[in-house]
């Protein structure tokens, strides 16, 4: 699997929110935060999602748009999001071809009480206000991903500094 290159541009996929309305993070301007979680069957996943909520006002205050991403069907992905109490964007219904495209790694569930369906390990894209994407993180395990508060004034740095995309040498 050859990694998706930093710079390029961020795929043009649209997946259901939560909330009812329809999101394609290509398509909003400004800096874009995507974080792919497992799903609802992830206690690290929860703990990360709950440490982003606490924080969107912060990344809201730095002009980012935040969103979270699973392979979960809607209404799994809206029940947890009511269960925890979550405010950040919610979206759901990541396909395994979207999973491929993105170069994420993908895991089969362990039993059936886990969740039905493969799923994408955690994974990471800020996408700039070009569209492109300016920092990625791709796991194969859920348990390393970034630091939120470091991404938070890493994005802050970039954006200050006009900072260039990083790891573009062939």
Not at 121 to 148: H, K, M, W
């Amino acid at each position: 699997m050859s990694k998706i290159k930093a710079g390029a541009s961020f795929p043009s996929f649209s997946w259901p929110k939560t909330t009812g309305e329809t999101v394609t993070p290509a398509d909003h301007g400004g800096w874009r935060f995507l974080t792919i979680y497992r799903g609802k069957h992830c206690p690290l996943c929860k703990q990360y999602l709950t440490e982003l909520n606490g924080m969107q006002e912060d990344f809201k205050a730095a002009d980012i748009s935040v969103w979270a991403l699973s392979a979960d069907p809607l209404e799994r992905a809206r029940s947890q999001a009511e269960e925890e109490g979550w405010t950040i964007p919610i979206l759901a219904e990541l396909t395994e071809d979207q999973m491929r495209a993105m170069r994420l790694y993908i895991s089969s569930p362990r039993s059936a009480d886990e969740t039905d369906r493969n799923f994408a390990e955690p994974a990471t894209f800020v996408i700039n206000p070009q569209g492109e994407i300016q920092i990625v993180d791709i796991s194969n395990a859920p348990f390393s991903r970034p630091d939120l508060t470091g991404i938070l004034k890493g994005i802050r740095f970039v954006a200050a500094k006009d900072y260039p995309i990083r790891g573009i040498v062939e």
